[in-house]
């Protein structure tokens, strides 16, 4: 496992971890989830390990919020600089992504699969709709969250945005809030309400029937879905909810969704069958339908 140093055009360094190398042909990139990154989630650390073990790359994508709290050098202004979830801005999630996938196509990996796990791949989802490139050739989509449903069901979101939209019009937008946003996080006023406004991820609403579809349609690559049976942030049928998602897309029938039976949201206890569910969908996916001569992308 490598640190890696990956610069945004906006003079971000994010700093994010490899497992393997460019001996191999494939990598996959994967984008987390909010706060979540490889040193907690154990998720994330198996299917990093269980890849480089079976010649696939991969690179945990940290992003703009995988941390609460951590510097960063801006390399636009010369000097070292505090993010995180506590103070993100969700309009850059498209920069992030791209930074990654163009950080891993330098390489030289020859086969790029872009992944995400929870908010994560509303992310890629959000990417892989409205890139103009094809610098990727498989997706895997899993756990992802319908965030106008995900605000109703988590606990003290209401009372977070009523604060934050308090604490923004007196001016105080930089304070974080006096309790943890969702259960888990800590957050400043403005980076609430810009999570609650984020249309760009709004790319997955089943249950709550706000966002659009758009991204998901646009996505050119084939690609798998991957959820929980007992993801409980997917109302009462998980699986019902990824196949939705997938008849959302150009060509479905390309597509794969894949129920992990006992599994939850973050795959608690189950992080091995998650690791091995990810090297599957990159072994039948990808590589078999290219040694067969099939076509990958698109």
């Keep these: 496992m490598e640190i890696i140093k990956v610069r945004t055009p906006r003079g971000l360094e994010l700093k994010g971890v490899m497992f393997g190398n ?15 990154n490889v040193f907690q989630n154990e998720l994330l650390y198996s299917t990093g390990k269980l890849l480089s073990e079976n010649n696939v790359a991969c690179i945990i994508a940290h992003a703009h919020d995988s941390f609460s709290c951590f510097a960063y050098t801006d390399f636009s202004t010369g000097k070292q600089r505090h993010a995180g979830t506590f103070n993100d801005d969700f309009n850059m999630v498209y920069e992030d992504v791209e930074s990654y996938v163009k950080y891993a196509k330098e390489l030289g990996f020859k086969k790029i ?18 890139t103009p490139d094809d610098f990727t050739d498989y997706f895997i989509i899993s756990s992802p ?3 106008m449903h995900w605000w109703s069901v988590m606990p003290n979101i209401d009372k ?7 604490w923004v019009e007196e001016g105080r937008g930089d304070d974080i ?3 943890l946003f969702g259960g888990f996080s800590p957050m400043s006023a403005k980076t609430v309400l810009g999570f609650y406004n984020a ?3 709004k790319n997955c609403p089943v249950l709550s029937k706000q966002g659009e579809t758009k991204s998901l349609y646009n996505i050119k690559p084939n690609g798998s879905f991957i959820i929980g049976s007992k993801d409980s942030v997917t109302g009462e049928s998980p699986k019902k909810f990824m196949e939705t998602l997938n008849l959302w897309t ?9 129920e992990v039976e006992g ?31 099939l076509k990958v992308n698109g």
Excluded: W
């Excluded at 699969?113 to 409205?130: A, D, E, R």
């Excluded at 977070?160 to 308090?166: H, L, P």
């Design 22 to 36: 460019t001996d191999s042909d494939t990598v996959l990139v994967m984008l987390t989830g909010i706060c979540s």
């Design 113 to 130: 699969v872009l992944g995400g796990h929870s908010l994560g791949s509303n992310k890629i989802i959000h990417y892989l709709g409205n």
């Design 145 to 147: 969250v319908d965030i």
């Design 160 to 166: 977070c945005f009523k604060m934050a939209k308090s």
């Design 177 to 179: 809030l006096p309790f």
């Design 199 to 201: 249309q760009n991820l």
């Design 250 to 258: 150009k060509n479905p029938k390309n597509n794969r969704v894949i």
């Design 263 to 293: 599994a939850s949201h973050i795959f608690y206890g189950m992080h091995e069958e998650y690791a091995r569910t990810i090297l599957d969908c990159i072994d039948l996916g990808l590589n078999r339908l290219s040694a067969a001569g």
